[in-house]
C-alpha cells in the first residue's frame, strides 16, 4: 500500500433492508469516505442512524446492495462471503457493543480463540502480551462472570488486536461503561492502538467521547440517508 493510499475507502455505497411489508427501508447511502493510514477518526450519530450496518459493511459482515469498500488496497465487495471472512480475521478487528465473549472460556483463551481463523499458528505469547498492555495481567484466567464489564471490554479488545489487524473497528465502546470511566476506555483504545500501529474508526453517539478526539465526523455529513430522516 503506498504512502497516498487510503487504508479505507467508500464509494457510492448504498444498503436496505425488507421491511415486513416488502417496503424497502434504506440504511446507508454513502458518496465517499475514507480513513488514512493510523488515522483515529470518530462516526458520531443518534441511536438507530446506521451506525452499526455501516461497521458491518465495512467489516465485510454485511454485504452492501451497491458500490465498493476497500481496505488496503483489496476491495471486499469483490470477495465473496468466505473470502470477505478470511481477510477480515488477518486485517480487521472488531470491538462488539455487547462484547460477544464467550462466557465458559477465561479472558485468555477468548483472546487466544481469536486467532484461530487466521490460519497462522496461535502465539499464546502474544495474547498475554495484549492483556497486559490493557490492564488485565492479573486477570487472565477469569471467566467474563468474574470481571467487571469493564474488564470484559479490555478482553474484547485484546482479542480484536491479537492478529495484528491494520484497522480497529469500535462500536460505542463506552455504551456499557457507567461515565465514570468512560474516560479511561478512550484513553486505553487510543493508547493501544497507537502503540500497535493500529488505525481506529470508532461510532457513538456520545459527544463527551467523541469531543475527545480531533477527526470527528457526523453521520449525516456522509450518509444521505440519515440526512433526510
Not at 496461535?122 to 468474574?146: C, F, N, W
Not at 460505542?172 to 493508547?191: K, Y
Given at each position: 500500500?503506498?504512502?497516498?493510499?487510503?487504508?479505507?475507502?467508500?464509494?457510492?455505497?448504498?444498503?436496505?433492508?425488507?421491511?415486513p411489508?416488502?417496503?424497502?427501508?434504506?440504511?446507508?447511502?454513502?458518496?465517499?469516505?475514507?480513513?488514512?493510514?493510523?488515522?483515529?477518526?470518530?462516526?458520531?450519530?443518534?441511536?438507530?442512524?446506521?451506525?452499526?450496518?455501516?461497521?458491518?459493511?465495512?467489516?465485510?459482515?454485511?454485504?452492501?446492495?451497491?458500490?465498493?469498500?476497500?481496505?488496503?488496497?483489496?476491495?471486499?465487495?469483490?470477495?465473496?462471503?468466505?473470502?470477505?471472512?478470511?481477510?477480515?480475521?488477518?486485517?480487521?478487528?472488531?470491538?462488539?457493543?455487547?462484547?460477544?465473549?464467550?462466557?465458559?472460556?477465561t479472558?485468555?483463551?477468548?483472546?487466544?480463540?481469536?486467532?484461530?481463523?487466521?490460519?497462522?499458528?496461535?502465539?499464546?505469547?502474544?495474547?498475554?502480551?495484549?492483556?497486559?498492555?490493557?490492564?488485565?495481567?492479573?486477570?487472565?484466567?477469569?471467566?467474563?462472570?468474574?470481571?467487571?464489564?469493564?474488564?470484559?471490554?479490555?478482553?474484547?479488545?485484546?482479542?480484536?488486536?491479537?492478529?495484528?489487524?491494520?484497522?480497529?473497528?469500535?462500536?460505542?465502546?463506552?455504551?456499557?461503561?457507567?461515565?465514570?470511566?468512560?474516560?479511561?476506555?478512550?484513553?486505553?483504545?487510543?493508547?493501544?492502538?497507537?502503540?500497535?500501529?493500529?488505525?481506529?474508526?470508532?461510532?457513538?453517539?456520545s459527544?463527551?467521547?467523541?469531543?475527545?478526539?480531533?477527526?470527528?465526523?457526523?453521520?449525516?455529513?456522509?450518509?444521505?440517508?440519515?440526512?433526510?430522516?
Amino acid at each position: 500500500m503506498s504512502d497516498s493510499q487510503k487504508l479505507v475507502e467508500l464509494q457510492s455505497v448504498q444498503k436496505a433492508y425488507r421491511e415486513p411489508n416488502g417496503d424497502r427501508l434504506p440504511i446507508l447511502d454513502i458518496e465517499h469516505f475514507a480513513v488514512e493510514p493510523g488515522d483515529q477518526v470518530v462516526i458520531r450519530g443518534r441511536s438507530g442512524c446506521g451506525k452499526t450496518t455501516l461497521l458491518h459493511a465495512i467489516a465485510g459482515i454485511t454485504p452492501v446492495d451497491s458500490g465498493s469498500i476497500s481496505i488496503g488496497g483489496v476491495e471486499l465487495t469483490r470477495l465473496a462471503e468466505a473470502g470477505r471472512d478470511r481477510f477480515r480475521a488477518r486485517n480487521v478487528g472488531y470491538v462488539f457493543q455487547t462484547f460477544n465473549l464467550l462466557p465458559a472460556f477465561t479472558a485468555l483463551e477468548n483472546v487466544v480463540l481469536g486467532m484461530t481463523f487466521t490460519g497462522r499458528p496461535k502465539d499464546r505469547k502474544r495474547a498475554i502480551e495484549l492483556l497486559e498492555a490493557v490492564g488485565l495481567g492479573h486477570r487472565l484466567h477469569h471467566k467474563p462472570s468474574a470481571m467487571s464489564v469493564g474488564e470484559q471490554q479490555r478482553t474484547a479488545v485484546a482479542r480484536a488486536l491479537v492478529n495484528k489487524p491494520v484497522l480497529l473497528l469500535a462500536d460505542e465502546p463506552t455504551a456499557n461503561i457507567d461515565p465514570g470511566h468512560q474516560q479511561q476506555v478512550v484513553d486505553m483504545l487510543r493508547e493501544v492502538c497507537i502503540n500497535e500501529k493500529v488505525a481506529m474508526l470508532m461510532v457513538t453517539h456520545s459527544p463527551e467521547v467523541s469531543d475527545q478526539f480531533d477527526h470527528v465526523v457526523a453521520l449525516e455529513e456522509i450518509n444521505r440517508v440519515a440526512r433526510a430522516a
